[in-house]
Structures are given as C-alpha cells and as structure tokens.
C-alpha cells in the first residue's frame, strides 16, 4: 500500500475530443424583460458539449449577445457550430480554445450578428474545452484560470419597468440581501427615467449602491443632459450612455459629468479595451465572456483593468447556468473587493437549466464544488425547455 498513491497516474489531461454535440434551448423570462434596445419574453441559448474519448464530457453555452437574436438566432448558431464542428474532432482538449478562436475568425468580419455568433460560440466551446479539463484534473474551472474560489458580491438587475413595479422589484432584492442594484434605463423617456429611480431611490434608501444601464440609448447631448439630471440619485456608474463604437463621444461624456462612466458594448475584445483605455472613455470596464469570445480574452482584459487600476465587472449574457457557472468561475481570477458582479442573473429566467441552480444567497454567489463548472444539468429542465434544434459531429 505504501506509496501507491504517488505511482498512480496522473489523470489525462491531453484527452481527444470524440464528439461535438449541441442542443437549442428556450427559456422564458419569469417577466418580460425590457431595455432600452428592445424586450424579450425568452432566452435562447445553445448548450453544447464536447465529448472525449475517454467519456469525459464538457459542457459549454452560447447565448447570443442581448436579445435580438431569437429563434433565428439559435438557429444561426447551430448552423455555425455544424460548420465548424468536424475542425475539434481528434484534437486534444488543450487546443480547442486556440483553433475555435481560428476557426471562428473569419466568419467576425462578415455581419455585426455573425460576430456576436462567432463569439459567443468561441465562448461555449472554450467553456466546454476548460470544463472538460478541470474534470479530468479533479479541479475547478476557476483554478485551470489561476483563481481561487471566494463568494462574490453580485448585483440584482432589473429590467426597465414602471417606477412602482421598479421599486417594488428593488425593495424585494435588499430584502434578499443583495447591496447592489443595477436598473435598465427606458433612454427615450428621460421623465419615466428619473421618475424610476425617484422610486427606487426612496424605496430602496441611502446606501444601497445603484449603477443604471443605458444600453446605448443617448447620443452624446442627450446623456450629458440625463445624467445630470439623474446624479442626484447617487449613481455608483452609468453604463453605456452612448453607443459602443463611440470612444470619442464616450469620453466626452465622461468628462462633461460627475458620474462615474462604464463601458461595455464598447469592450468587444482585448483590443477594443485598449482603445477604451486609450480614450480615457471609462471608469469601469464591463467584461462579458460571450461578448469578447471567451475565458481566455475576459481574462486578459480584466489583466489590463487591474494594470490600470480600472475595476472591471464581470457580467453575463443572460445565459443559463452553464455560461453562468462559466462567469463566475472567470470572476475569480478578478481583483477582490471591487464593485458586485453581474452574475445574478439566473433569477431572471424561469429556470438555470441546473440540478443545483446557481443562485445568489444574501448577494453573494458562491462557486459550485467539483471539477470543471462543478454543476450538473437538470434532465426534467431540458426536457421541458428544449427546442428543436440540436445536432452532433463524431469521429
Ligand atoms: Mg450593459
């Protein structure tokens, strides 16, 4: 018996990918979800898995960016992944983010919408590369990224609704415990938008953080206007007064007012949160995983935010509990301390598609134990919220 345990071999971590499999899902919303870019009744989103050769499987998620995607755009994403899925098989688990990130390149220069695909996709298989790993390592996702698991302070988010219906929901989510609140502005209706955060303000009081969401709605005038209007609110940051490809008009609004600025449809890659940088356009960055196309990138970017000492907030796409799980296990790798995650959002949708579902407790999320994601589908969901789009690739 002496020594047996150091003469075990190691677990494989080189393992080949066996199979490509992907399945379309259609979770509704628990209430319509509204932004200034639009509402949405359900979120669409493709698991996908990558089976290896010694049956170990990952599982990966692509919900695309926002909401305008729908069925098509599940569609168009499986589509996508039947293309590019016979590329993976036989590869070793370990090259799978670099060829997904090669593979799904050229399709980023065709369509703004095939680049929110192609990135989201790179997402989802390097997900299910990372998760497939930690359980053939016997260790979490976070640690395969350099992190240690930690609880981590999330927002609530609400959608754009009434001002009652916005208090109401802010009041219900410090009653959960949660410190943080984060509001979707209506952005062509300055009047509604002051009068929702008058409410949510007095309902919620002084010292609850609120960072409010402006989806791109304003153009430079009209947020330098709203956001003076709205600072007496004691705004933690505005996001995204303007639209994402507007560094210069960005930064101008940060300068003309006193509210903390955050940028996210601007920080579409590593690159483009260098520009941000560059253009003195932010206080914080947002970093989305799907947005950016991957772990490895959102990593990077949150790398370049602590260099600068810009806090970064790692947010997700809405997705289920997979691309969830995914997050938050990024989310370790980010500075401790700063401003709550965008992490829970799986209360938004009917279900996380999870055995456990991933839910904050008090306003903290807590990393699931186990290797990998360290969560486990709940069969009775996909049944329930399954689509007819799915498909697989095998060697
Ligand atoms: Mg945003």
């Known amino acids: 018996m002496h020594g047996e345990a150091s003469h075990k071999r190691a677990p494989q971590a080189s393992t ?23 509402q949405a009744a359900a979120r669409y989103s493709l698991l996908v898995s990558l089976h290896t050769q010694d049956g170990i499987t990952g599982l990966g998620e692509a919900a695309e960016i926002e909401t305008a995607g729908g069925a098509a755009g599940l569609r168009g994403l499986a589509a996508l992944l039947r293309e590019c899925a016979p590329r993976f098989l036989g590869l070793p688990l370990a090259e799978v983010p670099a060829v997904a990130r090669a593979t799904l390149a050229p399709v980023a220069s065709a369509t703004l919408e095939n680049e929110a695909a192609a990135k989201a996709l790179r997402f989802a298989l390097e997900t299910a590369s990372y ?11 976070a640690a395969l990224l350099g992190a240690e698991p930690r609880p981590l302070a999330v927002n609530a988010l609400i959608g754009s609704e009434s001002p009652p219906e916005a208090a109401r929901l802010a009041a219900e989510a410090v009653a959960q415990g949660f410190r943080s609140l984060k509001l979707k502005l209506a952005g062509h209706d300055r009047d509604l938008d002051v009068a929702i955060l008058e409410a949510v303000r007095s309902a919620v009081g002084p010292t609850v953080k609120l960072r409010v969401d402006a989806n791109q709605a304003w153009s430079v005038g009209e947020a ?8 007496r609110f004691q705004l933690e940051y505005v996001e995204q007064p303007v639209a994402g490809a507007d560094l210069l008009g960005l930064a101008q609004v940060r300068r ?3 509210v903390p600025i955050a ?6 890659s590593l690159a483009d ?13 947002v970093v989305k995983a799907a947005r950016v196309g991957g772990l490895v990138e959102s990593l990077a970017i949150l790398r370049l935010a602590e260099e600068r000492g810009l806090p970064a907030v790692v947010t997700s796409s809405l997705e289920t509990g997979i691309g969830l799980a995914a997050s938050l296990h990024l989310a370790m790798a980010g500075r401790p301390g700063g401003p709550a995650s965008g992490l829970a959002t799986g209360l938004l949708l009917e279900s996380d598609l999870l055995a456990q579902p991933l839910l904050p407790v008090a306003g903290l999320l807590t990393v ?9 589908l709940d069969e009775a969901a996909l049944a ?12």
């Open 224 to 231: 330098i206007e709203a956001i003076a209007l709205l600072q």
């Open 273 to 285: 949160a260098r520009l941000v940088l560059q253009a003195a356009a932010a206080d914080v960055l």
């Open 368 to 376: 699931p134990r186990g290797p990998g994601l360290g969560v486990a």
């Open 131 to 141: 998760n497939a790993t930690g359980k053939a390592l016997g260790r979490p996702l």
């Open 384 to 395: 329930r919220y399954g689509t007819d789009v799915g498909g697989a690739v095998a060697a």
């Open 256 to 258: 003309s007012v006193s």
């Open 263 to 268: 940028a996210d449809e601007a920080v579409g």
């Open 16 to 38: 080949l990918v066996a199979k490509v499999e992907w399945r379309g899902m259609r979770v509704p919303f628990r209430r319509r979800y509204v932004t200034a870019q639009g």
